[in-house]
């Protein structure tokens, strides 16, 4: 159930019914909204005062929800615009992992090129073997606020564990918080209580249910920027890397009003089926398009099957566009 009170409801009052009602509390436009169970179906008596409308859920999925906010949650990025009554489709470009000032900045000037708004890196690399890079940590960071400030570009990076998020909070325009990282409530909650941008990427073996779940826990801190992220699923084939869930982003539009970002890169894991995933993605008037680009792949640190080179990604770039302008959209 979410509760709306009435507007003028003193902050001790709103405090006491939410700790009655084991409630999240959080204020916005001047009202107190309390957050509680969608197991609760009708509020006592006594709280006829305080409250002046209640939403009724069958699970919950309550914030993230179309029966809450019926329409896409709009999100800003810099000077881009997604969701809300904007068709915008944000492509975001850039590779696995910052390695070296002369390969960000070599993957930045080719973002500015194209007109791509978004530049994406790791620092951080939650990778699944000790013995891969690891990342560059605060000096990969240094390095893409660099970027930013010399190209004006947004600058999206993963945090790994909670050792870190603040630093990430501090320089990126949207914090990733990566499949394997879904599930660590401390940065969820820690990325509750920012209003940067969070772009939440699904597990790869995540319900749809638990998936949102997740978002809602940031939601509940009282940051509405929630952006969901689907990257693929691993199931019993082996011939790509995972398989990308376009069932379940049909789903998510219909039913949740946050904005989609899909990853073609994780899915597919080879880079001969990027562009043919990222037109199907852009097909389905999804908000973004996340691409991993890097100015040599054979020589990548991370990732490097999948990962673009510069004339192939300038290649996808202009065959999204064609199919956004079909269905009324725009590439920024």
């Known amino acids: 159930?979410?509760?709306?009170?009435?507007?003028?409801?003193?902050?001790?009052?709103?405090?006491?019914?939410?700790?009655?009602?084991?409630?999240?509390?959080?204020?916005?436009?001047?009202?107190?909204?309390?957050?509680?169970?969608?197991?609760?179906?009708?509020?006592?008596?006594?709280?006829?005062?305080?409250?002046?409308?209640?939403?009724?859920?069958?699970?919950?999925m309550q914030l993230a929800s179309r029966d809450y906010i019926p329409d896409t949650r709009e999100v800003t990025i810099g000077g881009v615009k997604i969701g809300g009554a904007n068709n915008n489709t944000m492509m975001i470009g850039g590779p696995?992992?910052?390695?070296?000032?002369?390969?960000?900045?070599?993957?930045?000037?080719?973002?500015?090129?194209?007109?791509?708004?978004?530049?994406?890196?790791?620092?951080?690399?939650?990778?699944?073997?000790?013995?891969?890079?690891?990342?560059?940590?605060?000096?990969g960071l240094k390095l893409l606020d660099k970027m930013r400030s010399k190209y004006g570009l947004n600058i999206i990076t993963e945090v790994r564990d909670s050792t870190h998020v603040d630093e990430i909070i501090e320089y990126a325009d949207i914090v990733q918080i990566?499949?394997?990282?879904?599930?660590?409530?401390?940065?969820?909650?820690?990325?509750?209580?920012?209003?940067?941008?969070?772009?939440?990427?699904?597990?790869?073996?995540?319900?749809?249910?638990?998936?949102?779940?997740?978002?809602?826990?940031?939601?509940?801190?009282?940051?509405?920027?929630?952006?969901?992220?689907e990257r693929g699923l691993r199931t019993f084939e082996t011939g790509t890397r995972f398989t990308l869930d376009l069932c379940g982003v049909a789903y998510l539009k219909e039913y949740t009003n946050l904005p989609i970002i899909l990853d073609p890169s994780h899915a597919m894991g080879y880079a001969y089926g990027v562009a043919d995933l990222a037109r199907a993605c852009t097909a389905m008037g999804v908000e973004g398009l996340l691409i991993e680009v890097h100015p040599n792949p054979k020589l990548a640190k991370s990732d490097a099957s999948q990962q673009l080179d510069h004339s192939q990604f300038t290649e996808l770039l202009g065959s999204v566009r064609g199919v956004a302008e079909s269905i009324g959209r725009t590439i920024v």
């Open 1 to 60: 159930m979410i509760i709306h009170l009435k507007k003028g409801v003193e902050q001790d009052k709103a405090n006491a019914m939410a700790d009655e009602l084991s409630a999240f509390s959080i204020e916005k436009n001047d009202v107190h909204v309390l957050i509680t169970s969608s197991g609760i179906k009708k509020l006592d008596t006594k709280y006829d005062g305080l409250v002046d409308e209640t939403f009724l859920f069958e699970n919950d």
């Open 96 to 139: 696995c992992s910052v390695e070296s000032e002369e390969q960000i900045t070599s993957s930045a000037e080719l973002m500015v090129e194209l007109g791509v708004s978004t530049l994406r890196a790791g620092c951080y690399k939650p990778r699944t073997s000790p013995y891969s890079f690891q990342g560059l940590g605060l000096e």
């Open 178 to 229: 990566g499949a394997k990282s879904m599930y660590d409530h401390g940065i969820l909650k820690r990325c509750g209580k920012t209003d940067k941008p969070i772009l939440l990427k699904r597990g790869f073996g995540t319900t749809l249910k638990e998936f949102v779940q997740m978002a809602e826990f940031i939601l509940s801190g009282g940051n509405d920027n929630v952006i969901l992220c």
